[in-house]
């Protein structure tokens, strides 16, 4: 499988932004979908996951009410809506896809190579 993200950029504080990354070479089966950010010297971290239906979603707290996860499964491609952008939002960005989606936990499979997002103040 591979994950081609788009939509990162440079953008203000209080903006927004949105992500999309495509999936090719999947063999078709339900899987889980999500996004992940990894800060400069600091840990990768999960940012949002969705289910194969879209009924599950997962947000880290420190993104909820700001940013919206979603999907097309007929295009393969998962989106992240990103608004009201902080500076402490600035990271590369992982698509993640395929793996283990829990009520609070999402253990991908496959990566993506990022994308850079950053929010100026």
């Known amino acids: 499988v591979q994950l081609v993200e788009s939509g990162g950029g440079l953008v203000q504080a209080g903006g927004s932004l949105r992500l999309s990354c495509a999936a090719s070479?999947?063999?078709?089966?339900?899987?889980?979908m999500g996004w992940f950010r990894q800060a400069r010297g600091k840990e990768r971290e999960i940012v949002a996951a969705?289910?194969?239906?879209?009924?599950?979603?997962y947000y880290a707290d420190s993104v909820k009410g700001r940013f919206t996860i979603s999907r097309d499964n007929a295009k393969n491609t998962v989106y992240l809506q990103m608004n009201s952008l902080k500076p402490e939002d600035t990271a590369v960005y992982y698509c993640?896809?395929?793996?283990?989606?829990?009520?609070?936990?999402?253990?991908?499979?496959?990566w993506g190579q990022g994308t850079q997002v950053t929010v100026s103040s």
């Open positions: 993640a896809d395929d793996g283990e989606l829990g009520p609070d936990y999402y253990y991908p499979t496959y």
């Open positions: 070479g999947r063999i078709f089966s339900p899987y889980a």
């Open positions: 969705i289910s194969w239906s879209g009924g599950s979603t």
